[in-house]
């Protein structure tokens, strides 16, 4: 089984900085990608930003130069580090791993996190 758990959520005022991290354990031999995804109230999940295992990242247009997201592939984990925080990035703030292999040589579908709130006050 595998279990991803995030941390790092509050509340922040406008222009604030958060850092936001999530570590996945269980029966983990690699991950493919890990990313970040939001969901504000009365919208769809959307992906805020994605990282490969070899390093190539992916950002939503409304967060490029603002966050960055990191890995660390030994520790099983992702980051994100949000600059410059506005109201509109005020949501649900979910993991997310895909294509995890597990030590059977196994590949696992897609793993999300339970989520953790960010909220960001103008």
């Known amino acids: 089984q595998v279990q991803l758990v995030e941390s790092g959520g509050g509340l922040v005022q406008a222009g604030g900085s958060l850092r936001l991290s999530c570590a996945a354990s269980?029966?983990?031999?690699?991950?493919?990608?890990m990313g970040w995804y939001r969901q504000a109230p009365g919208k769809q999940r959307e992906l805020v930003a994605a990282?490969?295992?070899?390093?190539?990242?992916d950002y939503a247009d409304s967060v490029k130069g603002r966050f960055t997201i990191s890995r660390d592939n030994a520790k099983n984990a992702v980051y994100l580090q949000m600059n410059s925080l506005k109201p509109e990035d005020t949501a649900a703030y979910y993991c997310?791993?895909?294509?995890?292999?597990?030590?059977?040589?196994?590949?696992?579908?897609?793993?999300w996190g339970q989520g953790t709130q960010v909220t960001v006050s103008s």
């Open positions: 269980g029966n983990i031999f690699s991950i493919n990608i």
């Open positions: 997310n791993a895909e294509g995890i292999r597990d030590y059977d040589g196994i590949l696992r579908g897609d793993y």
């Open positions: 990282i490969r295992r070899g390093g190539p990242t």
